[in-house]
């Protein structure tokens, strides 16, 4: 069974920091890549971060930067601090494997961590 749980959201003021953690299950976890994806109100959930069984990173270019993607394979956990924040940064975070996103019709999301950045 397929469980992804993601925290660490909440309201920062621009400039500030969060944290975010997601549990992933271990069937979507294990050997794969990970990412975070974000979806604002009206737009389209993007892919702004990954990150390779291995570790090895990568971002969009609106991130790069200011987001740290890492995970602990240990622990099924994939990590996202996320500093110098900007209102448009406002989302909603999402965690999950890039590869079934790709490949499902209908992939499975958990509930996500609201992220706002206002004054």
């Known amino acids: 069974q397929v469980q992804l749980v993601e925290s660490g959201g909440g309201l920062v003021q621009p400039g500030g920091s969060l944290r975010l953690s997601c549990a992933a299950s271990?069937?979507?976890?294990?050997?794969?890549?990970m990412g975070w994806y974000r979806q604002a109100p009206g737009n389209q959930r993007e892919l702004v971060a990954s990150i390779t069984y291995g570790g090895m990173p990568n971002y969009v270019s609106s991130v790069k930067g200011r987001f740290t993607i890492s995970r602990d394979n240990a622990k099924n956990t994939v990590y996202l601090q996320m500093d110098s924040l900007k209102p448009e940064d406002t989302a909603v975070y999402y965690c999950?494997?890039?590869?079934?996103?790709?490949?499902?019709?209908?992939?499975?999301w958990g509930q996500g961590t609201q992220v706002t950045v206002s004054s």
């Open positions: 271990g069937t979507i976890f294990n050997a794969y890549s």
């Open positions: 999950n494997n890039p590869s079934v996103v790709v490949v499902s019709p209908y992939p499975y």
